[in-house]
């Protein structure tokens, strides 16, 4: 019947015949649809509604998840421009305003000690390709465009930039003490290197370095956005510590995890410099919604979300510039496992003894490589990105703007 029941799933795409009232939301229309598929399905077939309905319900207006699967791989983003003009490379395009970012972000980190400083600049070496701080300022040249046809990027929407990817590193040097974790983009971490506590010291020094820098640019408003990041990130971590044991709350609990610890500070940095840029609240909000879809969609370039949990069992450690199957090691479920669980409810005992036990990092490796957990995150991941590239098709047409745009794409595509 479980086989069936997969089969059955694989060969249905659910599109409700109206729009949603809003992200996340089902609408009268994608309800009635969900009944009747229901109605003429098995029992067997209802566990998965049941996930559905949960989910829905627990983030009405924050996850676009009632209509995660999908069973047609078409790309999700446009890469035509429709700007009108001249169509460059989106990293190009944000690099003319990153030109000696990491150089100007050790300015910031000015340390005396030269042990503290080798620890602080370990992973700001200009090797990483800075997808936050190159988001960050084409959202602002993007917002600026579109309120008053400004080409310029003002000095403290970089700033923004610099910030978002100082509190990003220090989150890493952080993450990787509390993980244990010996290797990140292809090299050995500061722990390892030079010990957990000094680890602990340096990511707290960037953090505060960030903080000086945000203070700096003299926006409350600004000031309050950022540090809800910061918040962000702490509870973000909690949840990942602990885990739910009814399966119905488990995905909703790690969607909210991954808003919290991923993409918090992309929404809420492309939401800094549209407020630094442009007076009106649309436009914010635009930014964010942007920014939060494209950070629930992937991790990006170093483990953005969904796309990094597909990647951890499709990629190989030296792709990846980390261990694979790591977030298995570290007990953790993420996408991938919970869509097979569906199809291998054993693994619920797993999940629930964060596979402590030997032999079941393997084994819950090859279930969810035997199921279509895989394909099921990536759709999720393309549903994200649609509903990012819907919301910043809201802007002005320009070249930043189409920028945004296919780099929601290049995420889906991208291997390591």
């Known amino acids: 019947m479980a086989s069936c029941w997969w089969r059955w799933r694989r060969g249905c795409s659910w599109r409700p015949a109206a729009r949603s009232p809003g992200p996340g939301s089902l609408g009268r229309a994608g309800l009635s649809g969900l009944r009747a598929a229901a109605a003429a399905a098995s029992r067997a077939q209802m566990s998965y509604f049941n996930l559905v309905k949960s989910l829905t319900s627990a983030f009405p207006n924050m996850y676009s998840i009632s209509r995660f699967h999908h069973v047609t791989p078409a790309v999700c983003c446009c890469s035509r421009t429709r700007s009108g003009e001249k169509y460059t490379d989106p990293f190009n395009l944000g690099w003319r305003d990153l030109k000696g970012l990491y150089e100007d972000i050790r300015k910031e980190l000015f340390i005396s000690t030269t042990e ?56 890493l040097v952080h993450d990787d003490v509390i993980d244990d974790a010996s290797s990140r983009r292809g090299k050995h971490t500061v722990n390892k290197i030079w010990g957990e506590k000094k680890a602990v010291l340096a990511g707290d020094l960037i953090l505060s370095a960030a903080s000086i820098a945000l203070a700096r640019i003299g926006n409350t408003t600004v000031v309050s956005i950022l540090t809800q990041v910061i918040e962000d990130l702490v509870r973000g971590e909690f949840l990942q510590l602990g885990s739910k044991e009814n399966e119905n709350e488990r995905f909703a609990h790690y969607l909210e995890k991954t808003f919290k610890k991923t993409a918090s500070l992309i929404a809420n940095s492309c939401k800094a410099v549209s407020v630094l840029g442009c007076p009106d609240p649309v436009v914010h909000e635009i930014a964010y919604q942007y920014g939060k879809n494209v950070g629930l969609a992937f991790q990006p370039f170093l483990p953005f979300q969904l796309i990094d949990d597909v990647l951890d069992f499709t990629s190989c450690s030296d792709r990846m510039g ?65 509903e990012a590239v819907r919301e910043i098709s809201k802007l002005r047409p320009s070249p930043e703007r189409d920028a945004l745009i296919q780099l929601s794409e290049i995420v889906l595509t991208r291997d390591k």
């Open 116 to 171: 503290l400083k080798d620890m602080c600049e370990y992973y700001f070496d200009g090797k990483g390709k800075a997808f936050r701080p190159i988001i960050v300022v084409l959202m602002a040249r993007a917002c600026n465009i579109h309120h008053n046809n400004s080409r310029n990027v003002q000095a403290s929407q970089r700033a923004i930039a610099l910030i978002a990817e100082m509190i990003h590193t220090a989150s």
């Open 322 to 386: 980390k261990p694979t199957s790591a977030d298995l090691k570290l007990g953790l479920a993420t996408g991938p496992v919970l869509f097979a669980c569906q199809q291998f409810p054993e693994m619920n005992a797993m999940i629930m003894r964060r596979f402590s036990s030997p032999g079941d990092v393997d084994r819950a490796r090859q279930y969810v490589l035997q199921s279509d957990g895989v394909q099921q995150t990536t759709y999720l991941a393309q549903r994200y990105c649609r």
